[in-house]
């Protein structure tokens, strides 16, 4: 049998803003709130930069050849409490931590060469703590 649970809000019993969720086995649980992504793009450098689809970020902004850098939305707790992960349409990625601060990031592209390089077509998510 089947159910079809509708809500606008959920909301933890002991802590509004923390729900856990029985994991596989059920043996484990984890927090809701900590597994969900707080941003996505996926997002064209062909021509002008524009997003394709995406949450919680800025267009991208073209840096330099191979380097470009978006803003947060919603900015994250500390520029230390987020990953990113992503993929490109070419032969690299690369998020520069030494620019990744609470409010923005700056991805940078490489070959296979190890040069930086525009690529057309980037996707990326980030997990973590929002602010």
């Given at each position: 049998m089947s159910s079809i649970l509708k809500v606008n809000t959920l909301t933890g019993v002991s802590t509004a803003g923390s729900i856990s969720v029985t994991g596989?086995?059920?043996?484990?649980?984890?927090?809701?709130?900590?597994?969900?992504?707080?941003?996505?793009?996926?997002?064209?450098?062909?021509?002008?930069?524009?997003?394709?689809?995406?949450?919680?970020?800025?267009?991208?902004?073209?840096?330099?050849?191979?380097?470009?850098?978006?803003?947060?939305?919603?900015?994250?707790?500390?520029?230390?409490?987020?990953?990113v992960a992503g993929i490109c349409k070419g032969n690299g990625f690369m998020v520069h931590g030494a620019l990744q601060t609470a409010s923005a990031m700056q991805i940078w592209n490489y070959d296979w060469d190890g040069d930086l390089s525009d690529f057309d077509l980037y996707g990326l998510v980030v997990h973590g703590d929002l602010a």
């Open positions: 596989e086995g059920n043996s484990t649980t984890t927090n809701l709130q900590n597994g969900l992504a707080k941003a996505h793009m996926t997002y064209d450098l062909s021509g002008t930069a524009e997003i394709v689809h995406g949450f919680n970020l800025s267009s991208p902004v073209d840096v330099a050849q191979g380097k470009f850098g978006c803003s947060f939305i919603n900015n994250m707790a500390t520029a230390t409490e987020y990953a």
